[in-house]
């Protein structure tokens, strides 16, 4: 606030000078009678008056905010396309930039954070749309996707920093459960009828004497109840006390019981960590079961008149060995094959169990049979050969009997990995398919469907798929056969296997059709 005296004709003025400056009579064009009024205005004021220098107009504000706003908008617009091209540099680099590479999660969250800013800086979108489109084109949740995704974007374009999956880092709690005492007394409760309420009706229902419904009823009963709450009495009453332990306040929970079940289910379907190109060996725990020894082949598929099927178990039929193998072979298989093929034709059979792979001859070259030290009860083996500057050089298993230490006896695993040039300090010595997947995914986990689908699930597969198989078998076969080892005859086989091809983002409309099929 200030005053301006004026003479007589001035009269005085008070308030903002500003407030003068909005009166509509402000807005016209300065003529000549104008301007001398305003210098007879002017020269009215005072010297003490005159020194005062009042607040900016607010026009000269409203100015000073809009050139602000505008230099942050193309600071801000030159940070957003500085951290476009960045992110859009890293997604092109051919190497490994990327935790699990250009198909992990990392690199999928960089994807959507490219993604953001493109449709931020070339489309002019707002960042929670712009984010909504990412999270859908890349396969996020809407809501909380997206909201993730800003986050992302944001730390990207301050820091040039990617996110960090919190995969998997989770505190891991050790369980008493898991010990494998536990689990075999765990397992072995199981096993027994003592956890059943009924244990009439439950005999009844093994016996498919209970109607389909009722027994359907029962069986999920059974399930979620009566066996939950008898595995939780048995391990609070017996197991953890036995192990000086005791449960907590409110004791174990159902939910944890049926979780222990799962888990000791041995055949079911299972996801778990394997190391790259190597496969899960899965136990095959005792219990009442079907073995199914079967042959098929190349030309007429499954020899189904060659099929021997075994209940093994404790109290059935036994369990399945050579033996029986080599009398499949002779009784079985042999007359199928005549009968399929004729009397005049040669059957080459590959072998792919495991007590067929222990069926060898007396001298068969097998490091299991093989002493770590030379001498000993070892097997006397017959000669081998290994390949040494393309040559092929055959390698004696047995000492000569002029030998000074150890005449006429065998090697042992030293000395024949020293001879080859193999031997390292410190080295130690260390030793289904479509058939399984079609009895899981029809299977009520009962045995009776088990046998009545074990034919239907032979008959499904495919003579193309085991002429497949027979390939790759034969392929490795070779591989072995010019003496590479292991990991070089799986990179030959997969030569045979795995197609690479060089388009730029197109693959073949015949790739294209199987895919979707």
Same mark, same amino acid.
């Given at each position: 606030?200030?005053?301006?005296t004026g003479n007589s004709e001035?009269?005085?003025?008070?308030?903002?000078?500003?407030?003068?400056?909005?009166?509509?009579?402000?807005?016209?064009?300065?003529?000549?009678?104008?301007?001398?009024?305003?210098?007879?205005?002017?020269?009215?004021?005072?010297?003490?008056?005159?020194?005062?220098?009042?607040?900016?107009?607010?026009?000269?504000?409203?100015?000073?905010?809009?050139?602000?706003?505008?230099?942050?908008?193309?600071?801000?617009?030159?940070?957003?396309?500085?951290?476009?091209?960045?992110?859009?540099?890293?997604?092109?680099?051919?190497?490994?930039?990327?935790?699990?590479?250009?198909?992990?999660?990392?690199?999928?969250?960089?994807?959507?954070?490219?993604?953001?800013?493109?449709?931020?800086?070339?489309?002019?979108?707002?960042?929670?749309?712009?984010?909504?489109?990412?999270?859908?084109?890349?396969?996020?949740?809407?809501?909380?996707?997206?909201?993730?995704?800003?986050?992302?974007?944001?730390?990207?374009?301050?820091?040039?920093?990617?996110?960090?999956?919190?995969?998997?880092?989770?505190?891991?709690?050790?369980?008493?459960?898991?010990?494998?005492?536990?689990?075999?007394?765990?397992?072995?409760?199981?096993?027994?009828?003592?956890?059943?309420?009924?244990?009439?009706?439950?005999?009844?229902?093994?016996?498919?004497?209970?109607?389909?419904?009722?027994?359907?009823?029962?069986?999920?009963?059974?399930?979620?109840?009566?066996?939950?709450?008898?595995?939780?009495?048995?391990?609070?009453?017996?197991?953890?006390?036995?192990?000086?332990?005791?449960?907590?306040?409110?004791?174990?929970?159902?939910?944890?019981?049926?979780?222990?079940?799962?888990?000791?289910?041995?055949?079911?379907?299972?996801?778990?960590?394997?190391?790259?190109?190597?496969?899960?060996?899965?136990?095959?725990?005792?219990?009442?079961?079907?073995?199914?020894?079967?042959?098929?082949?190349?030309?007429?598929?499954?020899?189904?008149?060659?099929?021997?099927?075994?209940?093994?178990?404790?109290?059935?039929?036994?369990?399945?060995?050579?033996?029986? $193998? *080599? @009398?499949?072979?002779?009784?079985?298989?042999? %007359?199928?094959?005549?009968?399929?093929?004729? =009397?005049? #034709?040669?059957?080459?059979?590959?072998?792919?169990?495991?007590?067929?792979?222990?069926?060898?001859?007396?001298?068969?070259?097998?490091?299991?049979?093989?002493?770590?030290?030379?001498?000993?009860?070892?097997?006397?083996?017959?000669?081998?050969? $290994? *390949? @040494?500057?393309?040559?092929?050089?055959?390698? %004696?298993m047995i000492f000569p009997p002029d030998? =000074?230490? #150890?005449?006429?006896?065998?090697?042992?695993?030293?000395?024949?990995?020293?001879?080859?040039?193999?031997?390292?300090?410190?080295?130690?010595?260390?030793?289904?398919?479509?058939?399984?997947?079609?009895?899981?995914?029809?299977?009520?986990?009962? $045995?009776?469907?088990?046998?009545?689908?074990?034919?239907?699930?032979?008959?499904?597969?495919?003579?193309?798929?085991?002429?497949?198989?027979?390939?790759?078998?034969?392929?490795?076969?070779?591989?072995?056969?010019?003496?590479?080892?292991?990991?070089?005859?799986?990179?030959?086989?997969?030569?045979?296997?795995?197609?690479?091809?060089?388009?730029?983002?197109?693959?073949?409309?015949?790739?294209?059709?199987?895919?979707?099929?």
């Amino acid at each position: 606030m200030f005053s301006v005296t004026g003479n007589s004709e001035c009269p005085e003025l008070e308030g903002f000078l500003s407030d003068a400056e909005e009166d509509p009579g402000d807005d016209f064009d300065l003529s000549d009678g104008d301007k001398t009024a305003t210098a007879d205005y002017h020269c009215g004021i005072n010297e003490q008056s005159a020194s005062l220098v009042g607040p900016p107009r607010k026009r000269q504000k409203r100015a000073e905010r809009a050139e602000a706003s505008a230099k942050y908008q193309q600071t801000r617009d030159n940070q957003l396309t500085s951290a476009l091209k960045d992110i859009e540099k890293l997604l092109a680099l051919k190497k490994d930039s990327f935790v699990n590479g250009h198909d992990g999660l990392q690199a999928t969250r960089a994807r959507s954070i490219r993604s953001t800013l493109t449709m931020v800086v070339e489309k002019k979108k707002g960042l929670i749309d712009a984010s909504h489109i990412a999270a859908e084109a890349n396969n996020f949740s809407l809501n909380w996707g997206s909201r993730c995704i800003r986050q992302w974007t944001q730390n990207w374009i301050k820091t040039r920093v990617l996110p960090q999956s919190s995969r998997g880092r989770h505190t891991k709690v050790y369980s008493l459960l898991s010990e494998p005492a536990a689990r075999d007394a765990i397992r072995g409760y199981l096993r027994t009828n003592k956890w059943s309420v009924n244990p009439p009706r439950l005999k009844k229902l093994f016996a498919n004497e209970l109607a389909p419904d009722e027994a359907r009823e029962y069986a999920k009963q059974i399930i979620s109840q009566e066996m939950p709450r008898g595995l939780k009495g048995f391990v609070e009453e017996h197991l953890l006390p036995r192990m000086q332990c005791r449960p907590g306040r409110f004791g174990l929970s159902l939910s944890s019981m049926r979780r222990l079940m799962l888990r000791e289910a041995h055949d079911g379907q299972k996801k778990g960590w394997v190391l790259e190109g190597e496969q899960p060996l899965k136990k095959k725990g005792p219990g009442w079961g079907i073995h199914q020894s079967d042959f098929i082949c190349s030309t007429v598929g499954w020899l189904k008149d060659a099929s021997v099927t075994l209940e093994y178990g404790k109290n059935h039929e036994g369990y399945w060995n050579c033996e029986l $193998f *080599i @009398r499949q072979l002779k009784e079985k298989f042999f %007359p199928a094959f005549r009968a399929a093929h004729g =009397p005049n #034709y040669i059957a080459v059979v590959l072998v792919d169990n495991s007590q067929g792979h222990a069926a060898y001859a007396k001298d068969a070259l097998r490091a299991s049979e093989m002493g770590f030290r030379p001498g000993g009860k070892q097997c006397r083996m017959r000669n081998g050969w $290994f *390949i @040494r500057n393309g040559q092929r050089i055959d390698q %004696p298993m047995i000492f000569p009997p002029d030998h =000074p230490v #150890y005449p006429d006896e065998p090697k042992g695993m030293q000395q024949v990995l020293m001879e080859r040039g193999l031997w390292k300090a410190k080295l130690l010595m260390k030793c289904k398919g479509d058939l399984k997947r079609y009895l899981r995914e029809h299977c009520d986990y009962t $045995f009776k469907t088990l046998r009545e689908n074990m034919p239907k699930a032979l008959a499904s597969i495919q003579v193309e798929l085991i002429r497949k198989w027979e390939h790759r078998a034969w392929r490795f076969i070779d591989a072995y056969g010019e003496g590479l080892g292991a990991k070089d005859a799986v990179t030959k086989v997969k030569q045979f296997s795995s197609r690479r091809y060089t388009s730029h983002r197109r693959i073949p409309e015949s790739l294209a059709q199987a895919m979707d099929q």
